[in-house]
């Protein structure tokens, strides 16, 4: 089983909009993290926002939102406002176990172009 | 502003050769990872180092590929020999264990290309 699925190939937005991408994740671990990052057409990959397992609130970075789901296992990235500097791949990941342990699983990714 | 540096940025030879990538993590961290990504895989662990010592290589294929931390400011991957298959973007990223994020920050990556 996949462990992070990421379900829209691509999606387009117009600027100034709103929009979610979707994550979902299979973990039996009790403690992970999850994370997204921007990967825009220059390669770079930056991250985001971050999400712990154990945080009572959803995670907010500026204009990026996690909206955490624990029950349902989803980890869906909300940009508000989009810029069309947003246009870019966006990658969930999870990293499962603590201790220090950081191994992580990304995502297939989802391509998001921001419309004029 | 830390960032994580690699070296080269591109990266074009012929298959047989060796090639040598090079990464510098942000001085502090102790935990540094080696990934691969390309359009059919997508991004893959090849291998990652707590204070210089490997602690999954799991992911790299051991005949031709190797992975090292010769000092706290200096990672290595070599490819010998070469392939074509092994054309990717090459990327490092460094974190540490036991911030509230327990986050990696990637570097700019490698783009290698094997012809």
């Known amino acids: 089983a996949q462990k992070i699925t990421q379900t829209q190939p691509g999606m387009f937005v117009q600027e100034k909009e709103a929009v979610t991408l979707d994550c979902t994740y299979d973990?039996?671990?009790?403690?992970?993290?999850l994370f997204w990052y921007k990967q825009p057409s220059s390669g770079e990959m930056i991250f985001l926002i971050y999400?712990?397992?154990?945080?009572?609130q959803n995670a907010t970075e500026g204009r990026y939102s996690l909206n955490f789901q624990k029950a349902r296992k989803s980890a869906n990235l909300v940009i508000s406002a989009s810029q069309l500097g947003d246009s870019a791949m966006y990658f969930c990941?999870?990293?499962?176990?603590?201790?220090?342990?950081?191994?992580?699983?990304f995502g297939t990714g989802t391509k998001l172009q921001v419309i004029p | 502003d830390a960032r994580v540096t690699q070296t080269p940025r591109h990266k074009v030879t012929e298959m047989g050769q060796e090639v040598t990538m090079r990464c510098q993590p942000i001085?502090?961290?102790?935990?540094v990872f080696w990934y691969r990504q390309t359009m059919m895989q997508g991004l893959e662990l090849l291998a990652y180092?707590?204070?210089?010592?490997?602690?999954?290589d799991s992911g790299m294929p051991k005949d031709r590929f190797s992975a090292e931390m010769p000092d706290a400011t200096l990672a290595t991957l070599k490819i010998q020999p070469s392939e074509p298959r092994d054309s990717a973007v090459y990327f490092c990223?460094?974190?540490?264990?036991?911030?509230?994020?327990?986050?990696?920050?990637f570097g700019p990556g490698t783009r290698l290309t094997v012809l």
């Open positions: 990223a460094s974190g540490l264990p036991g911030l509230s994020t327990d986050t990696q920050y």
């Open positions: 973990t039996s671990d009790p403690s992970y993290g």
């Open positions: 999400q712990g397992s154990y945080d009572q």
């Open positions: 990941a999870m990293r499962e176990g603590s201790g220090g342990y950081q191994k992580v699983t």
């Open positions: 001085l502090g961290h102790n935990t």
């Open positions: 180092f707590r204070n210089r010592a490997p602690l999954d």
